[in-house]
């Protein structure tokens, strides 16, 4: 399997531009998490799904932030209107539960610099 | 509100050393705790998972132990080599009102030297 899929892997854009992240789980995975980690804030959870439905998005910052799963093997992470402070590297993560397994693999990551 | 803190923020030590990482967290209500390495501009890689009924786990040259009770956790690497300079990071997950959202400690960067 290639593991989880982030692209692009570096965007830059300018402030009020509006970003996607685009994210593909590992085939059969059944939950898929948002993170974004900087160096004031570590590692955060933004949102995660399951079985495509969002399940717990308290970890969003704002409304300008919003993740769409519109199938199993697909999912978005946009940020309109796009702000210097929103600059991070923006991680998904996907696990099984149905095979008993808990642990989460981690894409390689977008990394996010607003201008 | 559960907070995951690890001590040192980073470490030098020769190679051959063996060392010990550590992870405090505040809510003793876990449902397992996970450590994982990043390497520079990559992601997250999962080592080892402890159940909150277990006391350690081992893999390879790496040791993971829990102590719930007293909100800690300690990273074991034996003899560590270059290969070992990463980030190491523990994760909690909580047994009620978390779901299977992980709370992140701030890290511990090692770096072994030759």
């Known amino acids: 399997d290639a593991g989880v899929i982030q692209s692009p892997r570096h965007e830059v854009t300018e402030m009020g531009q509006e970003v996607t992240l685009r994210c593909k789980p590992i085939s059969g995975h059944d939950y898929l998490f948002w993170y974004r980690q900087t160096m004031m804030r570590g590692l955060e959870l933004l949102i995660y799904f399951n079985n495509n439905v969002p399940i717990d998005d308290s970890g969003m910052p704002e409304d300008r932030f919003s993740a769409k799963m519109p199938n199993a093997s697909f999912s978005t992470l946009k940020i309109q209107p796009s702000e210097p402070r929103d600059s991070a590297v923006y991680f998904c993560?996907?696990?099984?539960?149905?095979?008993?397994?808990?642990?989460?693999?981690f894409g390689p990551g977008t990394r996010l610099l607003v201008l | 509100k559960q907070e995951v803190t690890q001590i040192p923020a980073a470490l030098s030590v020769p190679e051959g050393e063996n060392l010990v990482l550590n992870c405090s967290f505040t809510d003793s209500a876990i449902y397992n705790l996970q450590w994982f390495r990043q390497d520079p501009g990559k992601g997250l890689t999962s080592l080892l998972l402890i159940q909150s009924s277990q006391r350690e786990q081992t893999s390879g040259r790496l040791n993971a132990s829990l102590d719930k009770s007293s909100g800690r956790s300690t990273l074991y690497i034996a003899a560590s080599q270059p290969g070992d300079s990463a980030t190491y990071l523990c994760?909690?997950?909580?047994?009620?009102?978390?779901?299977?959202?992980?709370?992140f400690g701030t890290g511990t960067q090692l770096k072994v030297e030759l």
């Open positions: 993560a996907s696990s099984s539960h149905r095979t008993g397994g808990e642990t989460q693999y």
């Open positions: 994760a909690v997950r909580m047994v009620t009102g978390g779901g299977n959202k992980l709370t």
